[in-house]
């Protein structure tokens, strides 16, 4: 199991990376395993996400810099995940790099041996590589239960809530600040008949990051001290109910399909006037060739429920293949990757930091001028602040879990199930994995 915190802690850009391109060239401050890492191949996997699509046009400059080239390999989520899956499986050398959510497959990658240890690579970095400025919450994501380091952070991001000023301005709507105002505003966008009320996910295997800040924001946590499941809990029940509620009553057809990529076009197309999405979503919705409504995005903390506002907080990691056979310039391409420079350039693709320094340097705060992207960066810090960093119950058997989770409220959202039906087949769905671990 991976070791969690219920609460998380809370120009010039070009030159320093030719800098750290010319540092990481020079050899492995890790001192990994394999060749040297002056040239060779790195094979690079990576899950369809918005670092992804920030950092791939990058890679040209690591490979002129280093000599070592670079072959990326990008999929959706799952198709990604089944990919290195396979590969470490079968103890491939195919796969150097990978992207990782520890928060999901953690628990069961480290079990079975699937991370390669970072931490002599991280004590043998250079001073400029500043390995301990990564936030506590971030870097304590990426340690298995042992306090190993299995991957770095490349980002922070939760859910928040997108809304549409427009929209919100013509009915008169204020900014929902909780789960139930929320409900009251898409009462409101459904009886004026113009727009969709709310999108949200739906798709089993994507729910409980959207659903864990209504879970949390009753005052309950996915499983009891004792280890066993929650779901019986009346406060269970009612977040099962809102979520529900809100995607059956006030959602889109085909919601029970919707994870972040439905969610967020159909946002952008104009079509929906709430999103409860992931604050990485923003760059796509304020990008003018992406967006019909760039001028009309606005950002809301992630609503509470009727205890606490209680948001998501999830880091994405880039892990290192123990069956690597060149780890020495697989280092090289993570040490770059998530380097202080490297990682405020990318902060131009709306990815928010997991660095401290990153976080408060002037040139990224200056560049947030617009409303949308000021409430935005509001947004983030509270999840980084007060973000539980359980996506979902935590354990080896964790994908699993959360298809319980996602299928038993997919039920109540097609009006198969009630929430209380619904929280009995989780709670029966949980105890029967969790006595498996």
Known sequence: ?????????????????????????????????????????????????PWQRGIEPLVADFEEETGIKVNVQTFAEQQARDRILLNLQSKSDATDVYMTLPSREGPQFSNAGYYEPLDEYLDGAPSEYAADDFSPSAIAGMQSVDEETIAVPLNIEGPVLFYRTDVFEDLGIEVPTTIEEVIEAAEKIEAAGEI??????????????????????EGVEWTKPDGTANFDDPGAVKAIDEYATLAREYGPDGVINYSFTESSNLFAQGQVAMSLESSNELNSLIDPDNSTVVDHVGV?????????????????????SPFSKNKDAAWEF?????????QLQLTEADIAPPRDSVASDPSYLESLSTPAQQQWLEAVADIQANGHTEVGPVGTK???????????????????????EAAAEIQDGLNDLLDQQ
Do not use: Y
């Open 1 to 49: 199991m991976m070791r969690t915190s219920r609460k998380a802690g809370a120009g010039g850009v070009a030159a320093a990376l030719a800098g750290l391109l010319a540092l990481t060239a020079c050899g492995s401050p890790g001192g990994g395993s394999g060749g040297g890492a002056e040239s060779g191949t790195v094979n690079v996997v990576l899950s369809n996400h």
């Open 196 to 217: 969709t009320p709310i999108t949200l996910r739906g798709a089993a295997a994507a729910v409980a990051f959207d659903f864990g800040p209504f879970l949390h924001g």
């Open 300 to 320: 809301a903390k992630m609503p509470a429920g009727s205890v606490e506002a209680a948001p998501t907080a999830l880091s994405w990691g880039l892990a290192m």
């Open 334 to 342: 993570m040490q770059w990757a998530t380097s202080p420079e490297v």
């Open 398 to 420: 964790a994908p699993a879990m959360r298809e319980v989770i996602g299928n038993a409220i997919g039920k109540a959202i097609l009006g198969e199930a009630t929430a209380e």
